[in-house]
Every structure is written in C-alpha cells, then in structure tokens.
C-alpha cells in the first residue's frame, strides 16, 4: 500500500521545505487539498501555489479538490503540475465532463465520496476513473477523528471493483494512523492519505516507516494465515 502525505495541516511558512522533507522522508505522493469556502467552509490554497511547489520533488502530486465547480479548476491544476485530480461526486456538477476533461489532459481522474454518501452513488464512475477516494472524516479539516463506520463502504467498493474486473484503486482519506492503517490494508486499500500524523510527528521519516510497517505486518498475518 502507498503513503500520499496531505500538506493541508503544513507550515505555510515553508511550504516548499516541508515538501521537499516529506518527499526524502519516504512518502509515495504529495496530496494537495483545494477548498473553495463553498463546497467546504474553509479556503485553502490553489493551482498558484502548487505550481510554486512543484520543482520541490519528482513524486507525484495528487489533487484532492473539495470544491462546488471542479471542472473550472482542471487546466490551471494540469499546467501546475498536478498527476492526478480527484473530485466530489457531491459537488453535482458535470462529473463525466470532468472525469472527460482530466482524462483528455492525459492526467489521472479520480471520485471521491463523504462518508454520508453511499457507496453504490459511485458504481457507475468505477469503470471510467483511475481512483476512488473515500473520506473517512467529513471534507474540509485535517486533524479529525477516523470514522470507523465506513469500513463497510470501503469494503462494498472493494467487492464491487473486483467482482467486475475493473483497474481502479481505492484510496482512503482522513484520520489516518498507524492503528487503522492496517484495517485498510486489510480491506485491500491501495493508499492511505495521512496529514496530521505524519506533520504533527516529532519525526516524519519514523511516522511514515510506521505507516508502511503496520500495512506490511497485516500483509505478512494475511499471507501467513492463507497457509494454515
Ligand atoms: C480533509 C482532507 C484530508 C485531511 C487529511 O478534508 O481531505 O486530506 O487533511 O489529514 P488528516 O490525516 O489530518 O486527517
Ligand atoms: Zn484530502
């Protein structure tokens, strides 16, 4: 499973340094929160800051866009550098247009649901996007709790993704620690975003280690107890 390091809870101040720390520090994308104060109260930072950042590292950025309009954002987040877009299903704006436009940029498209949503909402998006991005805290803060309740969600994902055959990947969203990071391993999560954890870490190289280390101890139980 991969690590993609959500900078919304960063240093502002040095933005550019954090990045640059996180990225020798062994995470395997960089997860760019974009709020508009419509969709979600807050407002967060946008395509100009990204770009500012993007000579900081070779690792992928990932845009996770809590906005009402997200086509509007596509261009200005494709010439800043970004590798993959995800979006609100919520946002119930013109989601194939948008899944189209991202797609066409030659980027990665992503859906993402609040944990209110139901999992079956998405089920017509599973086969035309690249990732799935579910929420585990309701969008718009870093630093909140994991809601425990939608590991039924990730799960019927899961099942529905590969009873059909389909390639997308499922990433999971908000609260994560080194505890519940095994549950989503377990259930097949392809990556786990952490923020909080990781920032408010005295040590990040050692927060992220253990990040992957409860991800590979579950992965070594499952395969150990496929032998029995
Ligand atoms: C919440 C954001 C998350 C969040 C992750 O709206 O989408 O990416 O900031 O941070 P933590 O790990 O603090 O929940
Ligand atoms: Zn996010």
């Not at 987040?77 to 299903?89: P, R």
């Not at 899944?99 to 992503?110: H, L, N, P, V």
């Not at 805290?137 to 099942?159: A, D, H, R, S, T």
């Amino acid at each position: 499973m991969k690590i993609a390091a959500s900078v919304l809870s960063s240093d502002f101040s040095k933005f550019g340094e954090e990045i640059k720390k996180l990225s020798i520090s062994g995470v395997d994308m960089i997860h760019f929160d974009v709020m508009d104060g419509c969709f979600v109260p807050e407002i967060s930072f946008g395509a100009g800051v990204i770009k500012s950042v993007r000579h900081c590292t070779f690792l992928p950025f990932e845009v996770h866009l809590m906005v009402s309009r997200p086509i509007s954002f596509v261009n200005s987040l494709v010439n800043a550098g970004a590798d993959i877009i995800i979006f609100h299903v919520e946002s119930k704006s013109e989601i194939l247009e948008t899944i189209e436009k991202i797609k066409k940029s030659g980027k990665k498209a992503g859906i993402s649901i609040k944990p209110g949503t139901s999992a079956e909402s998405i089920f017509e998006y599973l086969p035309i996007v690249d990732v799935v991005l579910v929420m585990t805290v309701e969008p718009g803060f870093g630093g909140q709790k994991f809601i425990e309740n939608q590991i039924e969600k990730i799960g019927i994902l899961k099942e529905k993704i590969d009873f059909c055959g389909f390639k997308t990947l499922i990433e999971v969203d908000g609260g994560i620690n080194a505890q519940n990071v095994s549950i989503c391993s377990s259930l097949g999560v392809d990556i786990c975003v952490a923020g909080t954890y990781i920032l408010n870490s005295s040590n990040m190289e050692n927060a992220i280690s253990s990040l992957k280390d409860s991800n590979f101890h579950q992965k070594y139980r499952r395969r150990a107890s496929c032998f029995c």
